[in-house]
């Protein structure tokens, strides 16, 4: 079977000329979970934000079988659901309902059928409670598992989460945790959290200056990089 997601040589350079991506080579498997580690400034972030086309660089990207381009742009963004490290970023609408419900209607489904689906992913990630909240009064624990929501309601085949524990206490980190492991899809995390990266992939990528310069075993590259920030 074809990876989800095979990168070749993927390079990429801010406006200003500063190297983000210097020839990176990745793949995901079906159901597989890798854990994207580094420093910071090492072109983590800037590496995910071209899985779904939000920037695109030099190389090749291939998504679920579908190079990324121009025209292939609304079908690889239904492909791969991206929950961005500060929730708020995603949460715009008057109520956590409509907000889940956005994505549906804006592909065309009917607003019994959108709201229909938005109250079940709600209620996946247990927030159905708050869904005629205002996303502003909710804490960032909640925003988080509701920008989640709002990810699953598309049906994605990819996850992708940068720093999805960031501002969690520790009930939150373990509730978010436990429903991710029970997701079905593909996910790639981007993570400083060693303990987060064990606990949910089964193998992890390192990032230093624009480049993978490791991958394997998690626990190998923590040890190998002592990479124990953020516990």
């Known amino acids: 079977m074809p990876p989800l997601i095979d990168i070749k040589n993927l390079r990429y350079a801010y406006p200003d000329g500063a190297v983000a991506l210097d020839g990176v080579d990745f793949t995901l498997a079906a159901g597989e979970t890798v854990a994207v580690l580094g420093p910071n400034g090492s072109g983590k972030t800037t590496f995910v934000l071209h899985l779904n086309g939000l920037l695109m660089g030099e190389g090749e990207v291939v998504i679920c079988g579908l190079p ?92 992708v989460l940068d720093e999805p524990t960031t501002f969690l206490d ?21 993570t400083h959290q060693s303990s987060l990266a064990a606990s949910l992939a089964g193998r992890a990528v390192f990032f230093q200056k624009g480049r993978i310069v490791d991958q394997g075993p998690v626990p190998t590259l923590i040890a190998r990089h002592n990479w124990s920030l953020a516990d």
Not at 133 to 158: C, F, N, Q, T, W
Not at 172 to 182: A, N, Q, S
Request: hydrophobic share 40%; charged share 25%.
């Open 68 to 159: 990324v381009g121009k025209n292939t742009l609304p079908e690889i963004r239904r492909k791969v659901g991206v929950v961005f490290q500060d929730p708020s970023e995603q949460l715009f609408m008057p109520t956590v309902l409509e907000d889940v419900a956005f994505g549906p209607l804006n592909l065309g489904k009917k607003p019994a059928e959108a709201m229909q689906a938005a109250e079940h992913y709600l209620d996946l990630v247990g927030m159905k409670g708050v869904m005629h909240k205002a996303p502003y009064h909710l804490s960032e624990g909640e925003k988080r598992r509701v920008s989640l929501a709002g990810v699953l309601v598309m049906d994605p085949e990819i996850l």
């Open 170 to 190: 520790p009930p939150g980190h373990r509730e978010l945790v436990g429903l991710l492991r029970r997701l079905p899809q593909a996910k790639v995390i981007v």
